[in-house]
């Protein structure tokens, strides 16, 4: 299943599918498991490398092929500030980045383009950008730019979903959101300097701040309205990363040159091409030299790993599969997530046992080699935030069967299906995504689960639905969905509020809840610059997520990519950007 990314602004909205968990440099292994009788293969992921082992001196002029691994074409919004979907970030890290760089542990450096200062408050934060950072166009990159980014996001014009709550704590922003004001009063632009003044302190900050600029010279003159759509952010994109967009094949294919005047160095590699590859062809795409990089997919482990030309590299990736449950809509009016006066899931109960009526132990081992683990949580096991304490839900049909009892879903007529608690037929619509091999049978395989405990569910439509028209469905909320399935790749800042919040437009399920109110405030306010304030804040909120099931958190997942033995200097665990400057080619 496709990932779908989001960004962070503040603590609420970063980047997709990035980075990392401590990952050895060691080979991968493989290893046997029983599991009721059956010898089921798996992998020791944590014996995955990490980085090429190729240490070769790189040729001059090399050219490598990257493979943006996809069933369906790439979107074409090519700016953070608009991109919804990961294959769009993908192509955006070749010639795009952030001001700021983070560390090992997702927090902000002063090794990137901008360096950066907090004062003693933590209402004030000062990004200094570096003098040698400049637009592909030979434009400095300046405050302002990163200043325009904030008006575009603020503005009542804009048709993104990055603006919530987050942006708000930034003095002034409310006022000009609101259309009360010209400007941010909280945001100061002097040069190559720019100053955030926040309402008060919030903890994301380090973690989570916006870094990401607009060329403002270059897009100022398009109406702020028009920007997603228009042929600057679409067709001719400009940033100040490592290559230059040279030719779009739109969604299919993107010709790189290199930034001859990037500010880390020149790039080693003179060129890329990224070009869309059905999942079904990556192996051997691989093994024919046609790709030097590429994903590959869990169940095409066992083709990727016999391959000679071919390092497997892997780690636990910042991201989680699920299934949510449909409660509302978003009104855009109100810019806030309502739920229906009667949902069909009002009855947590009914939640709780269909998350205890699937097997996600057995989807990870048997259809994903392994190389995915059941989820106990929304937050990912990369952070310290992970509740550790809790368990995900077990597989245990006989306790989802006493859970539907009790909730007033009984077969009234023998046919083996329960009706509802009003003696009614129950029929649930599940929606889910094309993407690979294992998509379909995944689907099935949870439908047949529940049809065991009683309860009819039917893929929408007869069939899976491909990534851009599936999301599609969810934002515009079709009446039609009443469940799906899918995955979201998180930030490198802890707080989940960009996809829980009642402001959230990414909060697909669009539920609401008083207390999940609380707990998000409670997890970026003042106090929770307390580090162990902020860990039992998120913990009672897991709790919270756990016990009132809004979503199934299905599995946690590992990420592995084929890298050609020519190709050196590939890091998967760069950090916030790939670092395409580093890699190159030696033959």
Not at 65 to 91: A, C, H, M, R, W
Not at 156 to 169: F, N, P, T
Not at 452 to 481: A, M, T
Not at 497 to 505: C, D, K, M, P, V
Request: aromatic content about 12%; hydrophobic content about 35%.
């Amino acid at each position: 299943m496709k990932i779908k990314g989001y960004m962070k602004v503040l603590s609420a909205l970063a980047i997709s599918s990035i980075l990392l968990a401590a990952c050895s440099d060691d080979t991968e292994k493989s290893s046997t498991k029983e599991k009721k009788g059956k010898a089921v293969e798996q992998v020791d992921a944590s014996k995955f490398p990490t980085k090429t082992t190729n240490q070769a001196e790189p040729i001059k002029g090399g050219h490598l092929t990257y493979g943006l691994v996809s069933d369906t074409p790439f979107e074409g919004i090519l700016n953070k500030v608009f991109y919804q979907g990961d294959p769009d970030n993908q192509v955006i890290s070749f010639f795009d980045e952030d001001l700021l760089d983070t560390d090992e542990n997702y927090v902000f450096t002063n090794d990137g383009a901008a360096s950066y200062e907090i004062s003693d408050d933590h209402k004030t934060v000062t990004l200094t950008i570096k003098d040698n950072v400049n637009w592909q166009d030979g434009k400095p990159v300046t405050g302002a730019d990163l200043e325009y980014a904030y008006l575009v996001m603020g503005s009542k014009d804009y048709k993104g979903v990055r603006y919530d709550e987050q942006m708000a704590l930034i003095e002034g922003m409310e006022e000009y959101h609101a259309g009360k004001a010209d400007s941010i009063s909280g945001i100061k632009v002097d040069g190559k300097k720019i100053i955030f003044t926040f309402k008060k302190g919030n903890p994301s900050v380090t973690t989570g701040l916006w870094t990401y600029p607009l060329h403002k010279e270059y897009l100022k003159d398009v109406p702020i309205a028009d920007l997603e759509s228009s042929d600057k952010i679409r067709k001719n994109p400009i940033g100040f990363g490592p290559f230059k967009v040279k030719k779009i094949v739109q969604g299919e294919a993107v010709e790189f040159e290199a930034n001859k005047d990037y500010y880390r160095g020149a790039p080693k590699l003179d060129s890329v091409t990224l070009k869309v590859v059905n999942p079904s062809v990556v192996v051997k795409s691989l093994e024919n030299g046609d790709l030097d990089v590429a994903k590959v997919l869990a169940e095409q482990y066992d083709q990727a790993k016999e391959l000679d030309n071919v390092e497997l590299l892997g780690k636990v990736e910042l991201a989680y599969s699920y299934i949510g449950f449909n409660f509302g809509q978003y009104d855009k009016e109100k810019e806030e997530n309502v739920m229906d006066e009667n949902p069909k899931f009002k009855d947590k109960r009914l939640r709780q046992a269909m998350a205890y009526a699937i097997n996600n132990e057995e989807v990870g081992e048997k259809m994903f080699k392994g190389l995915r683990f059941p989820a106990n949580s929304v937050i990912t096991p990369n952070f310290k935030y992970n509740n550790k304490d809790l368990k995900a839900y077990e597989y245990n049909p006989e306790k989802a069967k006493k859970l539907l009892d009790e909730a007033g879903f009984v077969d009234t007529n023998n046919d083996g299906i329960r009706e509802d608690a009003d003696g009614k037929k129950f029929k649930i619509n599940f929606a889910s995504m094309s993407g690979s091999d294992v998509s379909e049978p995944l689907a099935r395989y949870y439908i047949q689960q529940w049809e065991q405990v009683g309860i009819d569910v039917e893929l929408l439509d007869g069939r899976l639905h491909e990534f851009n028209s599936f999301y599609d469905l969810l934002k515009k909320d079709n009446d039609d969905v009443d469940m799906y399935q899918a995955a979201w790749g998180v930030a490198s800042d802890p707080d989940p509020s960009g996809l829980w919040s009642r402001s959230a437009e990414f909060n697909y399920t669009r539920w609401v809840n008083d207390k999940n109110d609380e707990l998000l405030a409670k997890g970026i306010s003042e106090e929770a610059f307390d580090d162990q304030f902020r860990i039992d804040t998120y913990n009672e909120w897991q709790e919270l997520i756990h016990d009132e099931v809004p979503v199934i958190p299905t599995l946690f997942r590992y990420e592995l990519a084929g890298v050609n033995d020519r190709v050196t200097g590939y890091d998967f665990l760069a950090g916030r950007q790939y670092q395409w400057h580093n890699v190159g080619v030696t033959k």
